[in-house]
């Protein structure tokens, strides 16, 4: 036997599975897209799927005709499906871990925790268990019907395999999911020219990752041609997002969007506008009422919006304010693009890596002794 193959049977036996298909287990990756369509052998289980509780797959699915659905009416059963698969936290730093989900009729089950949700358990050498992620849990609040959800999960640098759970896991009610995709980050991040942080919604549930919500604002599934987007309706609606960068790195900005309107009344437009402080958050003088970017009103279909404004010298942070004064009406924004101009890689920068900004510091001046 191998040792990958040696590797798979006892990450089966971890994951409470039949070690028949364990050595592919134990030598793929994560899958880039599970939509739940393949059975070669016919046996009603996936393709790379095990120990499956309550769930079966199921027509109906968001991105193929199939899904996966568990449903479970006695809280605590652990209605749910494994898959295994190889992660270097050497090379790997984070899951971006994402999929459809559809919930019905869910309630936590008799212990907390017992929730509907997806669990990654990350293992080490000899398979000693290194950390966990979670994503969810989901319940009613998710919204009817196919919701997207998606979140970055941290990879344990000790890691070299996982075991990826699903289901209600112990919850009672109804959980189809569809459209699986898990998405490696090198160690290090990925650099983006993008200023805006989850500019496109995709990361998040009812709120989207990096964004702050007021009343009437909320993250909505579908988006145009994506699995998100941004919906302010009603009275006083707000949303708003920093820019990953300190305004002193900019001169221009360049800010293009996808937006969508129904029945918002000329007198009270809703608004696109950039926030300009200082580094004690103070609005800089005279851009009390921030920088004007878009105004929307009536009602139109999705469309492709783009302008180009200055940024203040004086500007420590830059927020996107999205709000709507009417009392009636929607508007939908998604893939929201914020570069600066005209040379986007002047300001590139890696999400989720803090460093200190030092591009204008003093050169340090060494002195010939010692100062009494």
Partial sequence: MTPAFLRGLVLAWVAGISTAPAQDAGQAG????????????????????????????????????????????????Q???????????RRTESLIVGLWVKVDGISTGERLGEDASLQIDFFGEGLVASG??????????????????????PVPPATRDAIMTTGLMGAIGTLQIDGLTIEAVPVGGVS???????????????????????????????????????????PYAR?????GVSGSRLS????????????????????????VSDDQGTPL?????????????????????KVTVRIPSAS??????????????TVKLDNVVVTSSPDPELASWTPDHIETDTHDWKPLETADGIVK
């Fill in 132 to 153: 966990r992620g979670v994503v969810g849990p989901w319940t009613n609040g998710l919204g009817k019907g196919w919701i997207w959800v998606a979140k970055k999960v």
């Fill in 79 to 89: 209605a749910r499906a494994s898959r295994a698969f190889a992660v270097d936290g």
């Fill in 239 to 243: 949303a708003s997002a920093d820019f």
């Fill in 30 to 77: 994560p899958p880039a897209l599970e939509d739940f369509e393949s059975d070669r052998d016919g046996d009603g289980v996936p393709e790379g799927w095990y120990n499956l509780r309550d769930a079966t797959v199921s027509d109906g699915g968001q991105v193929g005709a199939k899904c996966l659905k568990f449903t479970n009416e006695r809280p605590g059963r």
């Fill in 316 to 329: 420590a942070r830059v927020t996107l304010v999205i709000d709507t004064p009417s009392t009636r009406g």
């Fill in 285 to 305: 003088a005279g851009y009390a009422d921030g920088i004007p970017l878009f105004r929307w009103a009536s009602a139109f279909d999705w469309k492709h919006e």
């Fill in 252 to 275: 221009e900005v360049q800010v293009e969007l996808d937006v969508q309107a129904t029945g918002i009344r000329a007198s009270a437009p809703a608004r696109a506008s950039l926030v």
């Fill in 192 to 234: 983006t020219t993008n200023l805006l942080p989850n500019g496109d919604l995709e990361l998040g549930t009812v709120e989207p990752q990096d964004w702050t919500l007021g009343d009437n604002a909320t993250r909505v599934s579908p988006g145009r041609n994506s699995g998100a987007c941004l919906q302010l309706s009603g």
